[in-house]
């Protein structure tokens, strides 16, 4: 399986896999960047693209395809650091409102809500791969959302940049928050 996001932008170029239109990996180009906004409506690099290139002597389809750096949600704005902040936040006992006051001052509160909301819709979701990857005797009396939490923070480079929304992200190969309806993400 081709992967869907990788660490950070450090990384040397991945091994973007498959085409995911003719599943050839013979003809996969390098094909420049994803941009788009971040919270701060300043253009950021989310990724980069690739092409199944039919020019030359290649046999590809013509299809472009694009791996997300993992500090990025797909169909979001947010990034994962201000999201993981807002989410601490708000499990931490804080209202939206100050969880939003703390986390960073580049969105708005009616944003905060909106992804505050996706994250509580989203938890029967992401429950079930974290059990796999989470510790059995994490059996203690604490509310589905912060043994959530628990298991978040567990993950493989949650200490690393974009926190522990980045590590799910890459250690699942999963959006964290199930992209709005309206994004087209390929
Ligand atoms: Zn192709």
Redesign the pocket.
Known sequence: MRPFFLRSAQNAPPDPG???????TL??KRHGYLRGKGVDAIGVIRGMRFY?S?RDSNR????TFSILYAQHLPGYSVGADELMRLIRGVTGGASVHLAWRNASSFFSLTSAYRWVRSFTANLARIRPMLHQADDPAANSPHSLVRLTLHALEKLPGAAGEGGFVAAFQHHFQRAFLRPPASSCYS
């Not at 498959?18 to 050839?24: M, Q, S, V, W, Y």
């Not at 590809?60 to 299809?63: D, E, I, K, M």
């Open positions: 498959a085409c995911p239109r003719c599943d050839l003809n996969i199944c039919k590809g389809c013509g299809a």
